[in-house]
């Protein structure tokens, strides 16, 4: 099928089928204005790319959530963009509102040198737990931790239940702190 001289509604259909051409002219015809409206909220030409191929991957994955009969895909598409990008902005705010906030509350507190080394090797025995999960439960926990995600969000780039989601975090998390209780690691998160 020549999908350069499809409808809206066809190119969905098609993606529905996993024609990955017809995502190819969706890409085509829309993603100048997916890239363009996601860098006008968030400033940064980086995550702007990161949002578009997040959007098309939702399209690629869900594309019966794209109802052409309530609207354009260009609009569906737009719409899905600019949520993502303020869901991003909000992320990035708090990241950087949370990151303030030790900043100052280190240096109120006489935060020295001892206590930040001490400080980068619980990030390190972390970051090696982190690293004997089971995959599904690593990636989970690293887009909703470490990359600062929802867990909607998370859901949404593994392709997987929110449902689904929160139990890998949750199981992933116990076994987290088992391991660091096993390595001797006292730190106040893990009590949680």
């Not at 980086?46 to 790319?49: G, I, Q, R, T, V």
């Not at 899905?80 to 949520?83: F, N, P, Y």
């Not at 992933?172 to 088992?178: K, P």
């Not at 096993?182 to 106040?188: D, F, L, M, Y």
């Given at each position: 099928?020549?999908?350069?001289?499809a409808?809206?509604?066809a190119?969905?259909?098609?993606?529905?089928r996993?024609?990955?051409a017809?995502?190819a002219e969706?890409f085509r015809?829309h993603?100048?204005?997916v890239?363009?409206?996601?860098?006008r909220v968030l400033?940064s030409a980086?995550?702007?790319?990161e949002v578009t191929?997040?959007?098309?991957?939702?399209?690629w994955?869900?594309?019966?959530?794209?109802?052409v009969?309530r609207a354009?895909?260009?609009t569906?598409?737009l719409t899905?963009?600019?949520?993502r990008?303020v869901?991003?902005?909000r992320?990035?705010?708090?990241?950087?509102?949370?990151e303030?906030r030790t900043?100052?509350?280190?240096a109120?507190a006489?935060?020295d040198?001892e206590?930040?080394?001490?400080?980068?090797?619980?990030?390190?025995?972390?970051?090696?737990a982190v690293g004997t999960?089971?995959?599904?439960e690593?990636?989970?926990?690293?887009?909703a931790y470490?990359a600062?995600?929802?867990?909607?969000?998370?859901?949404?780039?593994?392709?997987?239940p929110e449902?689904?989601?929160?139990s890998r975090?949750?199981s992933?998390?116990?076994?987290?702190?088992?391991l660091l209780i096993?390595?001797?690691?006292?730190?106040?998160w893990?009590?949680?």
């Open positions: 099928m020549d999908y350069a001289s409808g809206d509604g190119l969905v259909a098609a993606i529905g996993w024609q990955d017809a995502l969706a015809r993603s100048g204005a890239h363009g409206s996601a860098r400033n980086s995550l702007a790319d191929q997040e959007v098309f991957l939702a399209l994955r869900e594309p019966e959530a794209f109802d009969a354009s895909l260009r569906l598409l899905k963009t600019h949520s990008a869901d991003l902005v992320s990035e705010t708090a990241r950087h509102s949370r303030e900043a100052f509350d280190r109120n006489g935060y040198l206590r930040y080394v001490a400080d980068l090797a619980v990030a390190e025995q972390v970051k090696s999960l089971p995959e599904a690593r990636q989970a926990i690293e887009l470490f600062g995600r929802t867990y909607r969000d998370v859901a949404t780039v593994l392709g997987e449902g689904t989601i929160k975090i949750r992933g998390l116990r076994r987290l702190r088992i096993e390595h001797g690691v006292e730190s106040p893990i009590d949680s």
